[in-house]
């Protein structure tokens, strides 16, 4: 087992900071990205009918949660703005830490589903991916 020293620490939950459009986004809940690159086959004969693979491309998603509070704070009015538009693209950055590391660029918000359950505040669950026009999405 790894010892550990004591500048060693682990990090709880997203303890980052969340822009859109440049913008504190203090309104929204549950922020998660996925990061991940999809696989292509890449089996040849020497494989010998084990299959193998090779990274293909990069895939990168955001999701959140946007609960539905009035009056609105600045980010939830261009979040729901972009919702509503197709072609309005937002820029997103996400550091894992303040300060730290993580994502940054244009991305459209293709939406997602809004909960009135009895018990829950209404909500809106948003998916972002990355915009076809505009700034590509770097690990900043």
Not at 57 to 71: A, G, Y
Request: no cysteine; net charge negative; glycine share 8%.
């Amino acid at each position: 087992m790894p010892t550990t020293t004591s500048n060693d620490y682990m990090v709880m939950g997203f303890e980052g900071q969340f822009y859109v459009d440049g913008v504190l986004a203090e309104s929204i809940r549950n922020p998660k990205y996925s990061y991940q690159y999809s696989d292509v086959d890449a089996t040849l004969r020497k494989h010998k009918g084990v299959k193998a693979y090779a990274k293909g491309m990069l895939d990168i998603s955001v999701s959140f949660t946007l609960p539905n509070i009035k009056p609105r704070q600045p980010d939830a009015v261009i979040i729901l703005a972009a919702l509503k538009d197709r072609r309005k693209t937002v820029k997103i950055k996400m550091l894992d830490e303040e300060g730290g590391e993580g994502i940054e660029g244009d991305f459209i918000l293709l939406g997602g589903d809004k909960s009135e359950e009895d018990e829950n505040v209404q909500e809106w669950e948003i998916e972002a991916k990355p915009a076809a026009a505009g700034n590509p999405v770097e690990w900043v």
